[in-house]
Structures are given as structure tokens and as C-alpha cells.
């Protein structure tokens, strides 16, 4: 038997976390058992579903890896499908047709609340033979109403269900629509799911789809409801907690690997070891290991784990994955240093891409002024003197390399005696404009001769404007 498995979600807004997991774990459910993962789009609600949000579902597997083997599917391409199954149910007197109207409905669940009984269907038409005048009926599933429902589920165990407790179903709505337990039905059947790994919120529509599945001859799948994750305050993980879509992750800066690792870590551990590569994943995850209970989000730790990546991954990797954040900041890593040497200069202390990208941009971009604290520091007119120097010792250089350009920076301090950080400090900022960068030397050879020289000369413009302005009270800081 080929393990098959599938991602179904409702396109109705973006993928967010927990969906996420729930294709990862099914994902690897596949991968590790050599089988397939099919992409299915349940977009039957038409009013709620969006071309948008699929192209959001489509956007978030991509980014995260999780390729799948056939589809996406769209369940409102397979109308006539769901349609011939529902004759089907009918012929065989699995289902029937339900006339009750939705005031009658309305006034029996009334009743049934006031008798303190679970609302339900009643089962009123199950028996009925003949039609009813002006009413379009919904069809519904004949429930068995005795005997059990055995689940085999791989993170629970059996778990049983009695059918005097299911009540009748629709499958189709009055307008023939069919509806989500029979086209998930149909669906697993067809696309011969043999596992379903989903969220544990859809626990109690599993006896009801295994009983269609039975009344259509078939043996329904293995199950896995992996539980709901949770935010801090222990209220199901949404909004309210911060960013919970795919790509506000993706916005924010952080790795696939990342988000991924955090995921799979979500409700499952193997010793306690934190930092899996996917294909680790691939060999040790197990659903079967998957916890019982919810697990809570924690946003430091996937900020932690983000970092380990950075500095642990190929700068490559990195560099693929920073060129598309520089690219929203309108820069194109073509036109300056290699954006390889760029990365391998900053994985140590990057928390996230964006700090990465924001810290790159002068490396491609000149700026327009200084930081203002760091200029008021750091550009004094003591230092004129030496990185006048500086500067004319740097476009002397033989060559414009890291180790090179350290040297002369050495011979310069010594030269005035100063202390390195007295010189290097005002250099990075008047090269980068801001008090922070790799090592300065590194810093230097990324930004290139030419530009080094031009940043310097325009520094120490800069000063001597500050000096005769500052005799004014009005003078400004920045440049
Ligand atoms: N479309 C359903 C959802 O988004 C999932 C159905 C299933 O996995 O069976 O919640
Ligand atoms: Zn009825």
C-alpha cells in the first residue's frame, strides 16, 4: 500500500500557522514513508473563498518547501462527482430525501432545548415516501442508530463513537450543494487517502465521514487529529496573538527551515534535541510521537531557532533568501558587493533577514545622512585630522582587501596615537552611517574603494559644516 496523504485547507484567508503544521506533518507523514502528498483546495463555500487566499496557501507552501505530488485539487470542479455519489447514497437507501422546513426544524430544536435534550434531527423523514408540496428537500445520510464507530487514530489511539449519538447529516443542501463531510468523503476516497492527518477540531466529524465511507463499501482511512496550538493565554492561537500567517513570517525575516523546525517541534520532540534539517525531520518524526495535548505558541523560541539558522545555514541559502527582502527595500544586490561575502560578514549576530537586509542597504545604497546620536559622537573635529589621513592612505592601498586595509588602519592610530575604536568608530559611521557593522575591515572591502573614499570625503564635508554651523544655534545635525 502507497501512503497517501493530503493538505485540504478552506481558501478562505491566508495559511497560517497551525495549517502549516498540519501540512508539515502530513507532508512528512508522506516523505517518510515514501508516498504521496496531494494539495486539496475545499472551496466550496464560494462566499468565503477567494482566488486571493489561494494564491496566499500556494504562496506559503512554496516558501516553506512542502511540494506536493498532484494538485491542488479544487473540490468546485467536482460537483458532478459529489452529485453521483449522492444518487448513489439514495439508490442504495443510505440517504434520503428530508422535507422539514427550517422553521419546523427551528420549533423541534426549541422543544428538545426546553426538554433539556441535545438538539438533533430527529430522523422525521427517514421513512417518508412521498414528496412535499412547494418544498425543496436536502438530502440527508441515514445514520446507523445503534452500534459504534471505531476511529484508529495514530495520536489518540481507538476512539469510539456511538451512533445513537450522530444524528442525520445533509449532504446536499436544498439547492443541491453538497456539503463539507460528503465531499471530504468523496474526495479521500477517490484521491485513495490512506492517512489523514489534520487538526483535532474536525475529531467529531470523523464518525460521521467513516460511517458514509462504510455505507459506500469502503474502509476508511487511518486518522491523526494532532491538537490545536495555542497562544500564551492559552486561547486557540489567532490574531490577536501577532503574526500567525506563513508569509508574515516569511515578511518578518525568518528561514522556511526555521518555521518549519519550530512546527514540527509543536506537540512533538525526539529526546531533546531542538534543530532538525528537513530531511532529519523526514527520518525521525513519527505522528504516532505526536502529544495528546495542545501545544503552546512561542514566539522567542522560533526568533531563537531563526537565528541558529542564520548562522548555521549555507551563506548561499541565505543570500537566495535575503536577495527577495532586498528586493523590497528596492535594491537590486547585482549592482554592489557579492551578496555572498555580504552574508558570511553578518550571520553571526542577525536575528532575522529583515535586520540583515536593513543592515546591507549601505553596502548597495548610499545614504542620505548620519544617525544622529552616532554623528554627534563619533564626528568630531579632533578626528578630522586623522581620517584625512586615513583616506589618503587607503587610496594609496596596493590592494582593497580586509587584511590590507586592517594594517593601514593600525599604522594610522599608532601614528596619533589613539586607541582603534577612537579611529574605527567615526570611519564606520561616516562609511555606513550608522555605529554598527560587521568588522570594519570586512565593512571596507564590501563597500569597495571608490565608494569608501567618496563616503569619507563627504564625512568630512560634513564636519567642517558642523563646525562653523555650530557656532549657530540653529546649525543641524545631519547631513
Ligand atoms: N477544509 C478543512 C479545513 O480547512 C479541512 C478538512 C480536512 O482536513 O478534512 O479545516
Ligand atoms: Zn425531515
Redo the contacts with the bound molecule.
Sequence with gaps: MTVCTRF???PTGYLHVG?ARTALFSWLYARKHGGRFILRM?DTDRERSSVESVNAILEGMTWLGLEYDEGPFYQTERFSRYREIVEQLLASGHAYLCYCTREELEARRAEQIARKEKPRYDGRCRERQSPREGVSPVVRFKNPLEGQVLIRDLVRGTVVFQNSELDDLILARADGTPT?NLT?VVDDMDMGMTH?I??D??LNNTPRQSNIFYALGKEPPVYGHVPMILGPDRQRLSKRHGAVSVISYREAGYLPEALLNYLVRLGWSHGDQEVFSVDEMIKLFDIADVNQSASIFNPEKLLWLNQQYIKKSEPAHIAHHLSWHLGRLGIDPSEGPDLIAVVQAQQERAKTLVEMAHNSVPFYRDFDGYEETAARKHLKASVREPLQDLRDRFEKAQCWEASTLHEILLATVERYELKLGKLAQPLRVAVMGRPISPPIDVTLELIGRERTLARIDQALAWMSHRETSTATPSGHETA
Design positions: 485540504a485547507p478552506s495549517g475545499e463539507y471530504v489523514v489534520r487538526g477540531d474536525h
